[in-house]
Each structure stands twice: as C-alpha cells, then as structure tokens.
C-alpha cells in the first residue's frame, strides 16, 4: 500500500508568486489601456477590471501565506500595497459616482 502524500507549498514559491503578481500588476497599471484608446470607456473598464484581478490575486496569495505561518517581511510589503491600492481604488470608485451623480 503506497502511502499518500499531502501536497505541501514551500514559502519561497509564495514570495515569489507575490513578487510575480506585484510586478506585474504594477507593470500593467502604469501601461494604462492600449493607445489610442484614450475615450473608449469599454477599454478603460476591461483596463480597471484587470487591476483588480491582479489585487484579489494578490490578497489571496498574501491570505494563503498567513494561514502557512508566514511572517515574511514581504507580506507586509505586499499588505501595504494592497491597503493603497484599495484606497486608490475607492476613491476612484466614489470619483465616478460623484460624476455620474452630475450628469
């Protein structure tokens, strides 16, 4: 009888995925949507929805790490970066609110 091995995930392969995610999501959001695309609202939404993706990605990563016993410096790197990030993001929201309020 084979004995069944229990999945195990390493810490430096969570760090890393986090390094992964950050990077690119940080990449993504400074190449704003594709140019010439500056009014297309469509593009800008799909652009947005992305970031967001990438921030709950992220979160879930950062979760994953905490429940494993991690208490890496870089999760608090990574936590700090998800707490301006969902700050940008609300005040995004309630900008756009605010907008559509006045129209």
């Known amino acids: 009888m084979t004995r069944r091995r229990e999945p195990s995930v390493r810490g430096p392969d969570l760090r ?16 704003g949507p594709e140019p010439a695309t500056d ?4 593009a800008f939404a799909a652009h947005h929805a992305a970031c967001r993706a990438a921030l709950a990605h992220l979160t879930e990563l950062v979760k994953l790490a905490r429940q494993l016993g991690s208490e890496a410096p870089e999760l608090e790197e990574a936590t700090a970066m ?5 700050a940008a993001l609300a005040a995004y929201e309630e900008d756009r609110d605010a907008g559509e309020e006045q129209c």
């Open 82 to 86: 998800l707490v301006e990030a969902r």
């Open 39 to 42: 009014d297309d609202t469509k």
């Open 16 to 31: 890393t995925a986090m390094d992964v995610v950050a990077e690119g999501y940080l990449r993504f959001l400074q190449a």
